[in-house]
């Protein structure tokens, strides 16, 4: 196998051997005797007797080989060959992990699992070569799958957080248009952003908000259900509220008085913020 078929993603080779361990083993016990034979010596008559050689081939009746247990690059592999002669499926383990490799009849890889010191990973991919799906397991325990598009740029991503939140995030063939959808205890949050914008939606225990935000990031309007009742604000390129529609709350500076006003208030600030003018 070549380095590049021997790093595809990862594969429990404890689980792969147990499954085909009594047909490993069939195969060797019917090629023993031949193996010794070619080496010059008779079939081994105890158990104490170990057969020592660098490959062994299963071969069909026209000679073709089929399957094969050999060294690759001081590792070892398992090798099925598929009717085209091509690899079917290839077994490798390595010091940095172990990993599994499924071709289609062309000789395209297309599944690929691989196991080492960051976590399990499966792959997917089309029959032109070009990785589509992926789930993986982060060194923290994170899980992650992810949906490639048919340039192999990532184009939808699942996860669930080390804060036990759920995320789910899209995007668009440019990059520019993003979706993100966050839950957790006490809080649903969406945001939706492009090259014009984002809006942001987010549910609470303290209420529920509407946001519309720049370019930049800088807030332009607020849409809120708080404990004191609807507000609607306004705010300048700077992110300073200008102006306020609804259930108003107000804190007079130097007082340090909360004042909390009607729903139908209207609140209009000056540049740095301060109140120059309200009804009723």
Known sequence: M?????????VRVDQLERRYRHLVAFGVVLLVPFV?????????????????V???WLVAEDGTRRAGLTMREG?????????????????TTATEGSSVGLWDAAGQLRISLELSEIGPNLRLFDSQGVVRAGLMTSAEGVPLLGLYGADGVDRASL????DDSSQLFLKDPSGQGTVQLKAMEG???LGVGGERGKI????????????????????RVGLAIEEHGPVLSLHDES??????????????????VIESRPVSSLVLFNEAGDVIWKAP
């Open 239 to 256: 992110g300073t509220g200008r102006a306020s529609l609804g259930a108003t709350t107000l804190r007079t500076p130097r007082t340090d």
């Open 75 to 91: 590792q070892p592999a398992l090798v099925l060959i598929n009717d085209e002669g091509g690899i079917g499926l290839g077994l």
């Open 2 to 10: 070549s380095n590049s078929s021997e790093t595809e993603l990862a």
């Open 159 to 162: 996860a669930v957080g080390l």
């Open 187 to 189: 809080f649903i949050g």
């Open 54 to 56: 660098g490959e062994l």
């Open 200 to 219: 942001g939606l987010a549910i609470t225990a303290a209420g529920t908000a509407l946001s519309f935000f720049q370019p930049d990031g800088q807030l």
């Open 36 to 52: 010794a034979a070619a080496m010059g010596k008779g079939p081994p008559t105890t158990q104490d007797e170990v057969l020592e």
